[in-house]
């Protein structure tokens, strides 16, 4: 199934009182906080939305949200997908003492008449994203073009010119 953008501008609480669901994807352009964070996409968000009443007549949205992240490898610092997948069950409130008020479990969002799903989306991977990523397994580009210093070849003499980390390496295997 082919599915569009999320939407921009919609009444969450009339949607949970309809009971919808909506999916929608994300692209790097409509997630600024993301950005600014540092991290990037590779492809697209994809998101779901179920609204629906719970019990006490609280406005309920269900999300999953699913996305690949490039960041910074902060132990090689190359660039790294990091596989992430999301989701929380919450609350729509108006204000911090109807946030309070909610039973475990539940998170509050903030919302007014209406609300962007990409910003919604975009908070949840925002708290999925761990604080200092690193390659899951060694870093390939570490072993490979910074080999530990008692391993590293001698200084390249000047005639040679400047030597890529390649470079480096063949002389190594030579
Ligand atoms: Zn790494």
Redesign the pocket.
């Known amino acids: 199934m082919k599915i569009g953008p999320l939407p921009k501008d919609l009444d969450l609480r009339g949607l949970a009182a309809r009971g919808v669901v909506i999916k929608g994807t994300a692209s790097v352009h409509a997630l600024p906080r993301l950005r600014e964070a540092g991290i990037g996409l590779n492809g697209e968000a994809v998101a779901e939305f179920h609204f629906s009443r719970d019990e006490e007549a609280r406005y309920i949205l269900e999300t999953c949200v699913e996305a690949t992240l490039t960041m910074t ?1 902060q ?2 610092l ?1 660039e ?1 997908d990091l596989p992430l997948m999301t989701g929380s069950r919450m609350a729509c409130v108006w204000n911090d003492a109807d946030a309070v008020a909610l039973p475990g479990g539940l998170e509050p969002l903030l919302v007014g008449e209406t609300a962007d799903l990409n910003e919604i989306a975009e908070e949840e991977m925002l708290l999925a994203v761990p604080v200092s990523a ?2 899951e397994e060694d ?1 390939l ?2 072993q490979r073009l910074y080999p530990p210093a008692s391993e590293r070849a001698p200084e390249v003499a000047p005639e040679q010119g400047v030597k890529s980390p390649f470079a480096v390496l063949e002389k190594l295997r030579t």
């Open positions: 490898c132990r090689c190359q790294m690193t390659h870093c580009t570490e």
